[in-house]
């Protein structure tokens, strides 16, 4: 079986263009091309339309793509099964994590793995969290690191943690000297800088305004919360961010970090549904859990008071 032939036809496929997918195989065009029209010639049918200036499947070429993805999986599975036969001698695991959450967990997870395991390749990628779901799907990655909800029936998660959600709020604005109950609709139309759609913490940012009733004032949309953090604190506007954003930069206890009250972002260690899981992937499952079980209990993150904000 030439599991070359899946590779290339899946590789033109996702980019839509023989030279750049020449180029991502380490191959020259014309020897690319001249394989194409040999597969589809003993085929008999042809893969892709080349009438537009953009390569399309056809019919036939989806249900090609569809049946070599399934037989590369295969074989997949086939080399993660006999590399753990090895008893961990060897192996590879491949993490998907957003680029927040790899801040954080990462560097408290991976050093202590790689001590336990030192043969393992571990292979990071860093993406949004919709894509590392697609990702998963497609066998790019073993494991993923997600936020709740997962959108796909097909994944399957175990839980690591429960993060607050915070508002932060300008220094010396007038509602970090409220006393008593404050209610998020005291900072309705008050500006805010807020991660660009399609991102976890936007979609919860998002559900707020739904709740009040309101739009929000979105003077800037970033990728970055430290920088939204810190853009907030000096006084630009609102933000909005997890828990590890505090804890990454230092600041808790400040008297402009208020909890969302009832609101948590729910990070899961994620991983497709009824596949085999190789024992590396599920060492380093294990030891994600454990790791930060513990880092939860040593910062002890309950010690500090915060004021807390109410969606009404």
């Known amino acids: 079986m030439d599991f070359r032939q899946f590779e290339y036809v899946k590789t033109i496929a996702e980019e839509k263009s023989i030279s750049r997918a020449a180029e991502r195989l380490y191959i020259s065009q014309p020897s690319l091309s001249q394989y194409i029209i040999r597969l ?12 537009s200036a953009t ?8 249900k090609y793509i569809e049946t070599a993805r399934n037989i590369i999986n295969l074989n997949n599975q086939l080399t993660k099964e006999l590399n753990d036969i090895a008893n ?17 967990i990462l560097p408290l997870v991976i050093p202590k793995f790689y001590k336990e395991y030192p043969n393992i390749e571990i292979i990071v990628e860093e993406n949004i969290v919709s894509e590392l779901e697609k990702m998963l799907l497609e066998g790019k990655i073993d494991i993923a690191i997600l936020t709740l909800p997962v959108q796909h029936e097909k994944i399957t998660y175990e839980s690591i943690m429960n993060e607050r959600i915070f508002l932060i709020a300008p220094k010396k604005h007038p509602i970090c000297s409220v006393d008593g109950r404050i209610s998020f609709n005291f900072i309705r139309n008050e500006k805010f800088i807020l991660l660009k759609k399609g991102q976890r913490i936007r979609l919860i940012v998002d559900d707020i ?6 739009k929000p004032n979105i003077i800037l949309e970033i990728t970055n919360l430290d920088a939204a953090y810190r853009m907030a604190s000096s006084g630009m506007g609102f933000t909005i961010v ?51 079980k513990m880092d939860y209990n040593n910062k002890n993150h309950n ?10």
């Open 40 to 51: 589809e010639n003993s085929l008999g049918v042809k893969l892709f339309d080349r009438t």
């Open 55 to 62: 390569i399309t499947l056809t019919f036939a070429g989806e």
């Open 88 to 104: 961990l001698s060897k192996g590879r695991v491949i993490i998907g994590v957003p680029s927040q959450a790899g801040r954080y």
């Open 209 to 214: 305004f739904s709740r009040i009733g309101a």
């Open 242 to 292: 997890p828990e590890n954003v505090l804890y990454l930069l230092n600041t808790n206890g400040k008297e402009n970090d208020f909890i969302i009250d009832s609101l948590e972002h729910t990070l899961v260690v994620a991983y497709r549904k009824g596949e085999y899981l190789t024992r590396a992937s599920r060492e380093f499952i294990a030891n994600l859990k454990g790791v930060m």
């Open 303 to 312: 010690s500090v008071s915060y004021k807390k904000i109410y969606i009404d």
